[in-house]
């Protein structure tokens, strides 16, 4: 496995003009693998946006290397590095404790009385949005750390996490029949974690957490905790 980034070019607005909607990120990972494009494989590139220090980078998570070239189509020259993500994946164990960064698509389904297949709707408040990770945290392989205050032993326990970024981008640049674009809600996460299930949380960060992860969602990050 590799993990790649790229500074996005924001500052060129000619060179980046078609990033107006997540379908053409999904396109600029997906042409960032000729080889596979040629061969007509179309392996799941989990990816994500992050902002950092005022600055836009792509991040794709690929069980090959990328080309650097295609990388870069909408990037800043310079800025594309790639490494080996399976050191990280060796170096895990049960009960380490982790800061992560999470950008995904919180949501649940109703389902009404007859109906065979529910509606697959965003989650939109910040609790409902904090308690979809909650419960999805044993099944990937940790525990969400919860801390104690020392002034106040007796007092409810508080979640080491938080929602950092809440957003709502296009995904097709066409409309829909409601005649919007079709927005997904994007939420990122941060915090710290415990894995509790090393070998689930393993298959975790390869594979993502929850829906749409062709359009930049999903896609788990972690480092030691310093």
Same mark, same amino acid.
């Given at each position: 496995?590799?993990?790649?980034?790229?500074?996005?070019? *924001?500052?060129?607005?000619?060179?980046?003009?078609?990033?107006?909607?997540?379908? $053409?990120?999904?396109?600029?990972? @997906?042409?960032?693998?000729?080889? @596979?494009?040629? $061969?007509?494989?179309?392996?799941?590139?989990?990816?994500?946006?992050?902002?950092? *220090?005022?600055?836009?980078?792509?991040?794709?998570?690929?069980?090959? &290397?990328?080309?650097?070239? &295609?990388?870069?189509?909408?990037?800043?020259?310079?800025?594309?590095?790639? &490494?080996?993500?399976?050191?990280?994946?060796?170096?895990?164990?049960?009960?380490?404790?982790?800061?992560?960064?999470?950008?995904?698509?919180?949501?649940?389904?109703?389902?009404?009385?007859?109906?065979?297949?529910?509606?697959?709707?965003?989650?939109?408040?910040?609790?409902?949005?904090?308690?979809?990770?909650?419960?999805?945290?044993?099944?990937?392989?940790?525990?969400?750390?919860?801390? /104690?205050?020392?002034?106040?032993?007796?007092?409810?326990?508080?979640? *080491?996490?938080?929602?950092?970024?809440?957003?709502?981008?296009?995904?097709?640049?066409?409309?829909?029949?409601?005649?919007?674009?079709?927005?997904?809600?994007?939420? #990122?996460?941060?915090?710290?974690?415990?894995?509790?299930?090393?070998?689930?949380?393993? @298959? #975790?960060?390869?594979?993502? /957490?929850?829906?749409? &992860?062709?359009?930049?969602?999903?896609?788990? #990050?972690?480092?030691?905790?310093?």
């Amino acid at each position: 496995m590799y993990l790649s980034r790229v500074e996005i070019d *924001s500052n060129n607005r000619a060179k980046t003009r078609d990033l107006t909607h997540l379908g $053409a990120y999904h396109n600029w990972v @997906e042409q960032s693998f000729p080889a @596979e494009v040629a $061969a007509g494989e179309r392996p799941r590139h989990l990816w994500r946006i992050d902002q950092l *220090s005022g600055r836009r980078y792509l991040l794709v998570l690929s069980e090959e &290397k990328p080309d650097a070239e &295609k990388l870069v189509t909408y990037g800043v020259q310079g800025t594309v590095m790639t &490494k080996s993500y399976d050191h990280l994946l060796e170096t895990l164990h049960d009960g380490q404790v982790l800061q992560f960064r999470l950008t995904a698509n919180p949501t649940h389904t109703i389902t009404k009385p007859g109906e065979r297949q529910g509606r697959v709707v965003p989650h939109i408040t910040i609790e409902q949005q904090r308690q979809w990770l909650i419960a999805r945290a044993e099944k990937s392989g940790f525990e969400l750390i919860q801390n /104690i205050s020392a002034e106040n032993p007796d007092g409810q326990p508080t979640w *080491s996490f938080d929602i950092v970024g809440r957003e709502w981008p296009v995904l097709h640049r066409r409309a829909d029949q409601s005649g919007n674009g079709g927005r997904l809600s994007r939420v #990122t996460f941060e915090g710290l974690l415990r894995i509790s299930d090393v070998a689930a949380f393993k @298959e #975790t960060l390869i594979k993502g /957490i929850g829906r749409e &992860k062709a359009f930049g969602m999903g896609l788990m #990050t972690v480092i030691p905790e310093a």
